[in-house]
């Protein structure tokens, strides 16, 4: 039976007939908006106060408050409260036994959809018509599919309150409304089963044990991740970009732990990845599981990368690995031998000196197993370079120049291996790699230094620093630790000098330079 308004001294208002059902999938803060426009209010802040409701606990979602609404509206309470959220403070929420964060809604902007409002309301005066869905609030749902288009956000207010009111935010804005057009989108599997979840509740499946803001962003980003590749940024995309994301990335989750793990393992498969390094194969993937952001509700679904990385990537014992230590235990994550071709193979049995390659069983020579493509390029570029007699040093290499080598003051034009490893920011064994190789020259020398010990020509020394630069140097003139230059450097493909891994890591002076250049 329909109420009227209570007869309070001092309202302004009529005594018209409280005409406003509910709608199964409308909020309890949509339902008092339209209370208040069905009742001629100027705002639902202004109805509230005249007929003294509790405006407040209502938005916090208080038990309390909902009824005493479902007593005004003649509605079923608990049709009311299973629809609506509740605030438990410092961005957390909850819908009936579901959590969700402040990420997870669009709560100072409103979304509708514009063919709803045209179909519901024939005039703004008649806004109240229209009820808010509850699933309009969530950022992961961007389209409506009774009308198969996508949602438009309606234009910011300056003050929260405003924006809560939903029946005058389409007041306000009708025309505007009206005036846009209607963008074809399909509503995806991964939206509608959102939406069932809201509306009907969770089911039994691995996916629906996950809280529903970890489920929406969790689809978004792996679905990035499938789509863009390991270089994807999570920002800059459209929402159109993310509908297509979360759908993608909802086909993987919908079916499990056994399906992720399949889908991380593809990663590491695919072609032209180094697939050696858990958070450069999954990348934007890995970057937002370990934001510090998300709570202890993502752990179910990190448990599961965290394992997938320690069956099958070789981690160093004490790494963390989105927050737990890595045990060290070797996996089998090797990457199958490429066969060597062109100048490579011409040149295999200087790579196997070089510790580069390894001959196998059957006489083959294979790259070792951190060897890839892209340090042979940079091999074959060495060899020709030296055996071009050098080269000068390009215009772009100046961003960062080298400093001059003094003269040793024992040894004259000599200088140890410890003081050029000293100066040059590596370890001994890098130097004596160096040495045996070719790349600097070395010689036996007895004179001032001990018998039979190895030392380094100044002359050597001063063309090495002219076309090659250490990681600890550019380290000692950026002022940024080793660990996070070594990673900018990798992500950007900066060349390494082709040498075995456990030794200093040394790039081309003139490529330094040009990815400096750009930086800046």
Same mark, same amino acid.
């Given at each position: 039976?329909?109420?009227?308004?209570?007869?309070?001294?001092?309202?302004?208002?009529?005594?018209?007939?409280?005409?406003?059902?509910?709608?199964?999938?409308?909020?309890?803060?949509?339902?008092?908006?339209?209370?208040?426009?069905?009742?001629?209010?100027?705002?639902?802040?202004?109805?509230?106060?005249?007929?003294?409701?509790?405006?407040?606990?209502?938005?916090?979602?208080?038990?309390?408050?909902?009824?005493?609404?479902?007593?005004?509206?003649?509605?079923?309470?608990?049709?009311?409260?299973?629809?609506?959220?509740?605030?438990?403070?410092?961005?957390?929420?909850?819908?009936?036994?579901?959590?969700?964060?402040?990420?997870?809604?669009?709560?100072?902007?409103?979304?509708?959809?514009?063919?709803?409002?045209?179909?519901?309301?024939?005039?703004?005066?008649?806004?109240?018509?229209?009820?808010?869905?509850?699933?309009?609030?969530?950022?992961?749902?961007?389209?409506?599919?009774?009308?198969?288009?996508?949602?438009?956000?309606?234009?910011?207010?300056?003050?929260?309150?405003?924006?809560?009111?939903?029946?005058?935010?389409?007041?306000?804005?009708?025309?505007?409304?009206?005036?846009?057009?209607?963008?074809?989108?399909?509503?995806?599997?991964?939206?509608?089963?959102?939406?069932?979840?809201?509306?009907?509740?969770?089911?039994?499946?691995?996916?629906?044990?996950?809280?529903?803001?970890?489920?929406?962003?969790?689809?978004?980003?792996?679905?990035?991740?499938?789509?863009?590749?390991?270089?994807?940024?999570?920002?800059?995309?459209?929402?159109?970009?993310?509908?297509? +994301?979360? $759908?993608? @990335?909802?086909? #993987?989750?919908?079916?499990?732990? &056994?399906?992720?793990?399949?889908?991380? =393992?593809?990663? *590491?498969?695919?072609?032209?990845?180094?697939?050696?390094?858990?958070?450069?194969?999954?990348?934007?993937?890995?970057?937002?599981?370990?934001?510090?952001?998300?709570?202890?509700?993502?752990?179910?679904?990190?448990?599961?990368?965290?394992?997938?990385?320690?069956?099958?990537?070789?981690?160093?014992?004490?790494?963390?690995?989105?927050?737990?230590?890595?045990?060290?235990?070797?996996?089998?994550?090797?990457?199958?031998?490429?066969?060597?071709?062109?100048?490579?193979?011409?040149?295999?049995?200087?790579?196997?000196?070089?510790?580069?390659?390894?001959?196998?069983?059957?006489?083959?020579?294979?790259?070792?197993?951190?060897?890839?493509?892209?340090?042979?390029?940079?091999?074959?570029?060495?060899?020709?370079? +030296?055996? $071009?007699? @050098?080269?000068? #040093?390009?215009?772009?290499?100046? &961003?960062?120049?080298?400093?001059?080598? =003094?003269?040793? *003051?024992?040894?004259?034009?000599?200088?140890?291996?410890?003081?050029?490893?000293?100066?040059?920011?590596?370890?001994?064994?890098?130097?004596?790699?160096?040495?045996?190789?070719?790349?600097?020259?070395?010689?036996?020398?007895?004179?001032?230094?001990?018998?039979?010990?190895?030392?380094?020509?100044?002359?050597?020394?001063?063309?090495?620093?002219?076309?090659?630069?250490?990681?600890?140097?550019?380290?000692?003139?950026?002022?940024?630790?080793?660990?996070?230059?070594?990673?900018?450097?990798?992500?950007?493909?900066?060349?390494?000098?082709?040498?075995?891994?456990?030794?200093?890591?040394?790039?081309?002076?003139?490529?330094?330079?040009?990815?400096?250049?750009?930086?800046?």
């Amino acid at each position: 039976m329909a109420k009227s308004l209570p007869a309070i001294p001092g309202n302004t208002f009529p005594q018209l007939p409280l005409t406003v059902p509910h709608a199964a999938f409308e909020p309890a803060s949509s339902l008092l908006s339209r209370l208040a426009a069905r009742g001629g209010a100027s705002s639902m802040q202004r109805f509230c106060g005249d007929i003294a409701f509790p405006i407040d606990p209502l938005f916090r979602g208080e038990r309390v408050a909902i009824e005493q609404l479902a007593q005004l509206a003649g509605c079923d309470a608990a049709a009311l409260e299973w629809v609506s959220v509740r605030h438990l403070g410092k961005g957390h929420f909850r819908l009936r036994d579901e959590f969700a964060s402040l990420q997870s809604f669009q709560r100072l902007r409103v979304r509708v959809c514009p063919e709803c409002v045209r179909a519901e309301a024939p005039c703004a005066a008649e806004s109240w018509r229209v009820p808010r869905r509850l699933q309009w609030k969530f950022s992961s749902i961007r389209s409506c599919p009774e009308h198969g288009c996508m949602l438009v956000t309606l234009p910011p207010e300056k003050f929260s309150k405003d924006a809560r009111d939903f029946s005058a935010q389409l007041r306000k804005h009708y025309g505007w409304i009206l005036d846009q057009p209607m963008i074809p989108a399909g509503h995806s599997p991964f939206e509608q089963y959102l939406t069932d979840r809201i509306l009907k509740g969770r089911g039994d499946r691995w996916i629906d044990r996950l809280e529903l803001n970890v489920v929406s962003r969790a689809c978004e980003v792996l679905g990035l991740r499938i789509a863009e590749g390991p270089d994807a940024s999570l920002a800059g995309h459209r929402e159109a970009d993310w509908m297509s +994301f979360g $759908a993608s @990335g909802y086909y #993987v989750l919908k079916d499990g732990p &056994a399906a992720l793990s399949e889908c991380l =393992g593809a990663m *590491a498969r695919e072609e032209g990845v180094d697939g050696r390094f858990f958070g450069r194969v999954f990348g934007a993937w890995a970057t937002w599981l370990k934001s510090r952001s998300l709570g202890d509700e993502f752990e179910p679904l990190r448990d599961v990368v965290r394992r997938h990385v320690f069956d099958h990537f070789s981690v160093r014992k004490g790494v963390l690995v989105l927050g737990v230590p890595s045990e060290g235990v070797a996996s089998p994550n090797v990457r199958e031998p490429f066969t060597l071709k062109g100048f490579a193979k011409r040149n295999a049995e200087d790579l196997v000196n070089r510790g580069l390659a390894r001959r196998q069983a059957d006489g083959t020579i294979v790259p070792q197993g951190f060897v890839t493509q892209r340090m042979l390029e940079s091999y074959e570029r060495e060899k020709k370079f +030296f055996r $071009a007699g @050098g080269g000068a #040093v390009g215009s772009a290499a100046a &961003a960062i120049a080298p400093a001059p080598v =003094g003269i040793d *003051a024992a040894g004259g034009g000599h200088l140890s291996m410890s003081v050029v490893a000293r100066r040059l920011r590596v370890t001994v064994e890098t130097v004596g790699y160096l040495v045996v190789h070719g790349l600097l020259c070395g010689m036996k020398n007895s004179e001032c230094y001990r018998r039979g010990a190895t030392v380094v020509t100044a002359e050597s020394m001063r063309g090495f620093r002219e076309n090659f630069i250490s990681l600890g140097e550019v380290s000692e003139v950026t002022k940024r630790p080793q660990g996070a230059l070594s990673m900018k450097f990798r992500n950007a493909d900066v060349a390494l000098l082709a040498m075995p891994h456990d030794l200093s890591r040394i790039y081309w002076r003139e490529d330094m330079g040009v990815y400096l250049a750009t930086k800046r």
